[in-house]
């Protein structure tokens, strides 16, 4: 099986829907309370197709959409791809998808997305799951695998060298630990669907529109904070890129809770730790 049969088997698994006048994708499998699962970079939806089969088997229902510019999603050329931007399509896929109230999982700069959500209907947020991602984001650096892509000139050459090859080479350095549990077809179908349409230009709009601001801090601190929902930290403890001893301990002082729950897995832990996930996500649900 190649990339395209992979891709192909993941557009089957889901269905596509409409959000803010923007056309996606998304899975959604299961019975039971919704947990939505928010992607980052350079991810989408298929990220989570794992955790999302998990989740249905233990009585839940999981659903992951696209963010428009990535994945199956469309890419408008004028679509505001910054957080806010991609927090209110957030708010209108939740409203399409007539998601009353739901769990939340946040991974990457799906937490920015998912705290910017958060932060205008905490009241429909049932419980939060953080994952490997940011809060205090005005004192975040791009990691050095990401970094060239928020330069422009820059940022398009080092796209258009980001071959099959090279993508699993830095998803093996970077993303997962038990490489036993993803085939080359799956790591090779990330740069497909990054580059799908538009060779990745809206993906380099997204990594130049980080918003890296006190505001934006003050905002996600506040949100997490305020005590609206309960709130747990599950950090992939091997990930190189945002570390457990910074970037997790930041998001577990700041949600107040008194453990990170820690998974032997890197930054894409959904690759190869989804079983232990879910069992996590449902003793949190079941609370």
Not at 234 to 240: A, H, L, M, Q, V
Not at 242 to 247: D, F, K, P
Request: hydrophobic fraction near 45%.
């Amino acid at each position: 099986m190649d990339s395209r049969e992979v891709i192909a088997r993941h557009e089957a698994s889901g269905r596509r829907f409409t959000a803010g006048g923007v056309g996606s994708f998304v899975l959604d499998a299961g019975a039971g309370e919704p947990v939505v699962c928010l992607h980052g970079v350079p991810a989408s939806s298929f990220l989570y197709r794992k955790l999302v089969r998990e989740l249905a088997a233990r009585g839940l229902r999981g659903l992951a959409f696209d963010l428009p510019g990535l994945g199956l999603a469309e890419r408008p050329s004028d679509f505001d791809y910054t957080w806010s931007g991609l927090g209110r399509f957030a708010l209108a896929a939740v409203d399409a998808l007539a998601l009353k109230r739901f769990h939340l999982v946040v991974h990457d700069i799906g937490g920015p997305i998912g705290f910017e959500l958060a932060s205008v209907i905490p009241h429909r947020v049932a419980s939060l799951t953080i994952l490997n991602t940011l809060v205090e984001v005005d004192s975040f650096r791009r990691v050095w695998s990401m970094a060239p892509f928020a330069l422009r000139g820059v940022g398009v050459a080092y796209l258009r060298c980001l071959n099959k090859p090279m993508s699993r080479a830095l998803m093996r350095l970077q993303g997962v630990a038990d490489t036993s549990a993803v085939t080359s077809a799956e790591l090779d179908a990330y740069v497909d669907l990054l580059k799908r349409g538009d060779g990745g230009a809206a993906f380099l709009k997204i990594m130049r529109s980080l918003e890296l601001t006190r505001a934006k801090r003050d905002l996600y601190v506040g949100t997490l904070g305020r005590g609206a929902f309960p709130i747990q930290v599950i950090w992939g403890e091997k990930d190189p890129a945002l570390g457990i001893a910074t970037l997790g301990e930041t998001a577990r002082r700041v949600a107040g809770v008194p453990e990170i729950i820690r998974l032997p897995g890197k930054h894409f832990l959904q690759e190869d730790q989804a079983p232990a996930l879910a069992d996590h996500i449902v003793r949190f649900v079941a609370v």
